[in-house]
């Protein structure tokens, strides 16, 4: 796991002017660092965070709990996807770019200009409408599915029921995880019933037709639609850490440098063991120390 780059300034109780003129004071009944918890200082000022709609329901709810914890702090984070994330982070607009697409599948950015800070681990999810009957596809059906060869849920088991393929735009970190993980190279259809540039109009659309199919963080799972096992292992820490289940990769908040002081603390906030243990299995996602695999989107 990479390690944040943390200046001096943001090791100490109270930052003075030299460092920016922000001020850093502990969290009420914080552990300063170095402590056993090793909760971070709170900073104030304010942070944008922009990008994958993967990571957002994180970085949404611990702006929530960090600036509740920290006056006078304001975090706003907006979705947008993985590219757009990581050249905001690039060009300065945002503050930090979350992804789940690494700096090194964007070659278009000089990847010495922003810092990659691994916070999670999202597991993705095949999902399925209910009325597909579909419980349990291998990685080889999969693709022939979304490359367009399988066009009935009856010739993998399920009801005689058109499948519908919902895909995601270009350039999101989802696809991307999905494409190097599961498709190997083969390319998903070009005709989809239609390409979805957020993870909530994927939900809504394989919730709202009987034949849909897409792919998903676990943590956005909602409703009636149906994660489906992967060569009959379920989406889970278990599975991930054993190799078993090949469908994940690591969440990336990216800053330009090693960023403000506020987005070093609010980082290191997400990376606390409390926050580990607790927001982040609660929203469906791995805590980072689960295991050193790397997928293949993550390289």
């Known amino acids: ?143 022939d599915i979304f490359s367009g060869r399988i066009t009935n849920w009856h010739d993998v088991g399920g009801a005689n029921l058109a499948v519908t393929l919902i895909e995601r735009k270009p350039g999101s970190g989802t696809r991307l995880a999905f494409d190097k993980d599961i498709m190997n190279g083969i390319p998903e259809s070009a005709s989809p019933a239609s390409a979805q540039d957020s993870t909530q109009l994927v939900v809504s659309g394989v919730a709202g037709a009987p034949g849909a199919v897409s792919y998903i963080n676990v943590a956005s799972v909602a409703g009636a639609i149906v994660p489906v096992s992967i060569d009959g292992a379920r989406a889970g820490g278990d599975a991930v850490k054993s190799g078993a289940y090949p469908l994940f990769s690591h969440e990336h908040m990216y800053t330009r440098g090693s960023g403000s002081t506020l987005a070093e603390s609010f980082i290191k906030y997400i990376l606390s063991a409390p926050v580990q243990s607790g927001m982040v299995t609660a929203l469906g996602y791995l805590p980072i120390s689960v295991t050193d695999r790397q997928s293949a989107a993550d390289r």
């Open 1 to 143: 796991m990479p390690r944040i780059a943390l200046g001096a300034c943001a090791l100490t109780l109270v930052l003075v002017s030299a460092c920016g003129g922000t001020t850093a004071t502990a969290p009420p009944g914080a552990t300063a660092p170095g402590g056993v918890a090793g909760t971070p200082v709170c900073a104030t000022g304010t942070l944008t965070a922009s990008g994958s709609t993967a990571l957002q329901p994180l970085a949404q709810k611990a702006a929530t709990a960090y600036q509740a914890r920290c006056a006078g702090s304001i975090i706003t984070v907006s979705g947008g996807g993985s590219s757009v994330g990581l050249n905001n982070a690039a060009a300065g607009l945002s503050d930090i770019g979350d992804s789940d697409v690494p700096v090194s599948d964007a070659p278009a950015l000089n990847a010495a200009t922003v810092t990659d800070h691994q916070v999670a681990i999202a597991v993705f999810a095949v999902v399925v409408n209910p009325q597909t009957k579909v419980t349990n596809l291998t990685a080889q059906q999969i693709r």
